[in-house]
């Protein structure tokens, strides 16, 4: 079994920062690439950050120089470190991994709960 668990969300005033956590744990050989999403309610799902099992990073433009997505293979963990946060960027957090359980085994996709990020004054 896999587990991701996120956390770092709260509330948090417009312009100010926060960084979110992301931690996999269990049956783990090795972990592909790592995302975060965010969804808005009503809204779609949207990608926020991905990072690669080399560290390469890919971002959307509307959070591109706002936000950095970091990782540490050793740990299993990634972070979204937020900057600038706008009222827009409020929404549900996810992770998601590209888990490798076993030598010799196939990629699945995991997914954490989610944590809730609220922007406002």
């Known amino acids: 079994q896999v587990q991701l668990v996120e956390s770092g969300g709260g509330l948090v005033q417009p312009g100010g920062s926060l960084t979110l956590s992301c931690a996999a744990s269990?049956?783990?050989?090795?972990?592909?690439?790592m995302a975060w999403y965010r969804q808005a309610p009503g809204n779609n799902r949207e990608l926020v950050a991905v990072i690669t099992e080399r560290g390469m990073t890919t971002l959307p433009n509307s959070v591109k120089g706002r936000d950095t997505i970091s990782r540490d293979n050793a740990k299993n963990m990634i972070w979204l470190h937020m900057d600038g946060l706008k009222p827009e960027d409020t929404a549900i957090y996810s992770c998601?991994?590209?888990?490798?359980?076993?030598?010799?085994?196939?990629?699945?996709?995991?997914w954490g709960q989610g944590t809730q990020v609220t922007v406002s004054s």
């Open positions: 998601s991994g590209l888990i490798v359980p076993y030598s010799g085994g196939n990629h699945d996709s995991h």
């Open positions: 269990g049956t783990i050989f090795s972990i592909y690439s």
